[in-house]
């Protein structure tokens, strides 16, 4: 069984689709994989509620608590590998991570961030579309590198920027999006459709088209 672990810091919608996707697609028999624990580095994540309500373990370690970044991810390492995972899932999960962290989980470590990468890393990605006048926004789903939202694009999906959009209707767009594609990029990711190879994402024939969406 190939385990998953999701990193989450808050409201977790992006955890409940990879829940309900596998349930509803019953990755455990299809797949072979399941969601085996979600850990949050803040205690008050309602994700953790989310988690627990569909059965899945939750394990809560503050990054507060710890003397440095490096003991902290160190600490968080060896809760994620308690479950040795096959993929590590940053779904809303707002905290840096070391290069130790990153190299140790180089080719299993995914984020869910939200705009067309490169363009619009960091925070306040909808701000920062509005301001630029950008006609689509969108989101991507890519592995994890040493660059803050720079390592290779697995999936994106693509939304227009309407002339009356403010930073709220434009992220609900994109979150609607954010639902549909990280869910599907760990379901390729698991089947194999997609890889990484020399640092570039290797998509399988015919699956182009799961990977690269518009949403009008
Ligand atoms: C999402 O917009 C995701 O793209 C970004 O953080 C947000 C998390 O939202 N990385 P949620 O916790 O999944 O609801």
Redesign the pocket.
């Known amino acids: 069984m190939k385990n998953i672990v999701c990193l989450?810091?808050?409201?977790?919608?992006?955890?409940e689709a990879l829940l309900a996707a596998a349930g509803a697609e019953r990755w455990a028999e299809t797949l072979d994989a399941r969601i085996a624990a979600v850990i949050s580095n803040r205690p008050g994540a309602a994700?953790l509620a989310r988690a627990k309500a569909a059965g899945v373990p939750t394990q809560v370690l503050e990054h507060g608590a710890f003397p440095s970044r490096d003991a902290f991810d160190v600490a968080l390492m060896q809760a994620i590998d308690a479950h040795q995972p096959a993929l590590v899932v940053?779904?809303?999960f707002?905290r840096v991570l070391t290069q130790r962290f990153v190299s140790h989980y180089a080719g299993r470590l995914i984020?869910?961030?939200?705009s067309l990468l490169p363009a619009f890393p960091g925070l306040a990605t909808h701000r920062q579309a509005l301001a630029s006048g950008v006609r689509v926004h969108g989101?991507t789903v890519h592995f994890v590198s040493h660059e803050v939202d720079g390592g290779a694009i697995i999936g994106q999906s693509v939304v227009p920027v309407r002339a009356d959009d403010t930073e709220e209707t434009l992220a609900e767009r994109?979150?609607v999006q954010?639902h549909v594609l990280l869910p599907r990029c760990v379901r390729l990711l698991l089947q194999g459709a997609v890889s990484l190879r020399d640092g570039r994402v290797h998509v399988q024939a015919g699956h182009d088209q799961e990977v690269a969406v518009a949403a009008w």
């Open positions: 989450i810091s808050g409201r977790g919608s992006n955890l994700g940053l779904a809303g707002m984020n869910i961030h939200p989101a994109v979150l954010e």
